[in-house]
């Protein structure tokens, strides 16, 4: 059996020790109260949630899946839906929302902590409320005031759950083909005609309403994304005071997905025939406005991703430290003393906890931006969330992919075997690349739109940063500073020439993007681990500060230095390799 243990040593030590989350109650008005003290408070009682309420849930939700009865209804795995009544009752739900709608207005950064907790318990659940947070920000940011009276106190509070209803069959990674229509009505509202599928938490029984956030095109509009506009549609229909009727509004589910992994998230085909909803935001707007709900949703997507590295590497070390096989050189008892399984430990370690600093950072960015009082700190805070976006999204994903195969690797054949719970994080794990736009999507973000960004700010303002922390450390972390400085002069000059290729040839620069963003993450980690071992050298407790320092020279001799040759392949372009005709690759 896998198990779960919420790692709050290391949470504390990245927020306090590296971060230095208490800056955030230091500087933001809005956060006075939010102290290390409430940070730590407030995480041990979400860990002890996650741990004994969620993760039990887990394997037997996956084993169970969610059940579309003949009627359209559908149920979630057994326990869910309490859970989610108790993880609402919490303030888990709204966490980051603003009190004024039902929240309990924390920082998002104490929101990624709890988020990243509950998804290395049971990633299935935590789409339902991590959706939930979706649709209300999307009606937060753009919506009109009765639309956030009727829909934020209930979204916020965890009462209602939310969707995201954008992906139809000809449009997935390319919203401008969505066909789903609205007409507008003499009353103001809109009827909805199409079909929607993969939709997350579409239909179940969790809540006693669902709110639906849909891009459709009015009737007439023009074609592609300029013609997209976006709707709150509520699954019962509603009374004058806001609460819903018995009358089901004309959305229903006629299926739900088979799939390889999330069992206990239903995937629903959703149909509007008539569906009465109004819009939210001006006609359209409808991309500008899902953005908002998608560029956070994608660092909560990296940070399901860190949630499963998590996880990953919390039972690779359990079960290595038990488990004994062969003679090891050193005469060591467990397999852990075996170097190939030492190797895999430590990376997963190196990759986990560096990877937790990008996400925790982030979040940190998300909340200066939105209320540091100063505009200028603000728009730097932006840049820094614009430019880590796709990092968190693409990198933390891929990982729990690679962390989640790692595992398995660790465990031997009986990784493969169901019972030990393993084989549960890799297949969990592979949307995690898919959904909130793909991973090939986020590389593509990053090389054609985020190294562009205000002629190239936020990228220099990283450079300059990851520069001087490697020039400034003193010479007992060369061990680190040195190798970082290399990879950064690396990524720069493979940077210069995405800038300089891409203008005239745009598909030299992109074939090597995944590349480029796996070394950049990389040059980010490497950031991180500098910083991580700056602060574990002066921490009292010896056994910490002698992992930390070990971990961060197996960072600094094996993985940051993937960077160069990573470099390397994204600046030898696409060569002859884009001028095969596609159907000559069937041949
Ligand atoms: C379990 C599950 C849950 C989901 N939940 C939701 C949900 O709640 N709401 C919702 O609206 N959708 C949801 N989705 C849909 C998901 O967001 C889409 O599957 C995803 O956007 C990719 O679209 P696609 O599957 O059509 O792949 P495609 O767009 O066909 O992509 C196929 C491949 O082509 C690449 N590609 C496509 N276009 C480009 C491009 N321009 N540049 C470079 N590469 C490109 C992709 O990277 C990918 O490798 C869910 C999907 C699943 C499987």
């Not at 800056?23 to 940070?39: G, I, N, Y």
């Not at 979400?46 to 009627?71: M, Y």
């Not at 940063?465 to 010479?475: C, E, H, R, Y």
């Not at 990524?491 to 620069?509: D, G, M, N, V, Y």
Request: charged share 20%; with cysteine; hydrophobic share 40%.
């Amino acid at each position: 059996m896998a198990s779960y243990t919420a790692p709050l040593r290391e949470i504390n030590f990245v927020l306090n020790d590296v971060l230095k989350v208490g800056r955030l109650a230091e500087t933001l008005p809005a956060f006075a109260d939010a102290t290390p003290e409430v940070f730590t408070e407030m995480i041990e009682t979400a860990a002890k949630f996650c741990e004994k309420e969620l993760f039990p849930l887990s394997a037997p939700g996956d084993a169970q899946g969610c059940t579309r009865h003949p009627d359209g209804s559908v149920t979630l795995p057994d326990g869910f839906k309490e859970a989610f009544h108790k993880y609402a009752a919490n303030g888990y739900v709204g966490l980051p929302n603003t009190t004024e709608y039902g929240g309990l207005g924390l920082p998002y950064t104490m929101a990624k902590v709890v988020e990243e907790m509950a998804c290395s318990a049971n990633v299935g659940f935590a789409l339902f409320p991590g959706l939930t947070t979706g649709c209300f920000e999307a009606i937060l940011a753009n919506g009109n005031e009765e639309q956030k009276n009727t829909y934020l106190p209930k979204l916020g509070a965890g009462e209602w759950a939310g969707t995201m209803c954008l992906t139809e069959p000809q449009a997935g990674s390319d919203l401008g083909a969505v066909k789903t229509k609205a007409t507008p009505q003499a009353d103001g509202t809109f009827k909805l005609d199409g079909s929607k599928i993969f939709i997350t938490g579409g239909e179940h029984d969790c809540t006693p309403n669902i709110v639906h956030f849909v891009l459709a095109r009015v009737d007439g509009a023009p074609a592609g994304v300029k013609g997209l506009s976006t709707f709150v549609v509520s699954k019962f229909t509603l009374n004058a005071d806001g609460s819903p009727t018995t009358a089901r509004n004309g959305v229903t589910c006629s299926s739900i997905e088979h799939k390889m992994g999330i069992h206990g998230s239903c995937t629903c085909v959703i149909n509007f025939d008539g569906a009465v909803g109004t819009m939210i935001g001006k006609p359209g707007e409808g991309i500008m406005n899902m953005f908002v709900m998608m560029n956070l949703a994608r660092i909560l997507v990296g940070v399901q991703g860190l949630g499963l590295c998590e996880l990953a590497t919390q039972n690779a070390i359990r079960y290595a430290l038990d488990r004994k096989q062969g003679k090891t050189f050193n005469g060591q008892p467990t397999i852990a003393d075996h170097p190939d399984v030492r190797r895999m430990l430590l990376t997963m370690k190196a990759v986990t906890e560096g990877a937790r600093v990008l996400a925790y950072e982030t979040g940190m960015y998300v909340d200066l931006a939105h209320h540091h009082e100063d505009a200028a700190v603000r728009e730097e805070a932006n840049d820094w969330v614009e430019l880590n976006t796709p990092l968190v999204k693409g990198y933390c994903t891929d990982m729990a992919v690679d962390l989640g195969s790692m595992a398995i690797q660790v465990y031997g054949g009986h990784g493969f075997i169901r019972e030990h719970g393993v084989e549960q994080i890799l297949r969990d794990s592979k949307i995690l690349c898919l959904y909130e736009g793909t991973n090939g999507i986020q590389a593509m973000d990053l090389v054609r739109r985020k190294l562009f960004l205000s002629e190239g700010r936020a990228v220099t303002r990283f450079f300059a940063l990851v520069g001087k922390a490697a020039t400034d450390a003193s010479p007992d972390f060369a061990f680190i500073s040195e190798p970082l400085k290399k990879a950064l002069s690396d990524l720069e000059f493979a940077t210069r020439w995405i800038h300089e290729t891409f203008k005239s040839k745009p598909e030299e620069a992109s074939f090597g993007c995944c590349d480029y963003l796996r070394a950049f993450s990389l040059v980010y980690l490497g950031y991180n681990w500098l910083r991580m071992a700056q602060a574990a050298a002066a921490q009292g407790d010896e056994n910490f500060k002698a992992a930390k320092l070990n971990t961060a020279r197996f960072f600094a001799s094996k993985l940051l230095t993937q960077v160069t040759p990573l470099c390397e392949t994204v600046k030898s372009g696409a060569g002859e390799f884009m001028s095969l005709p596609a159907a000559q690759l069937a041949a």
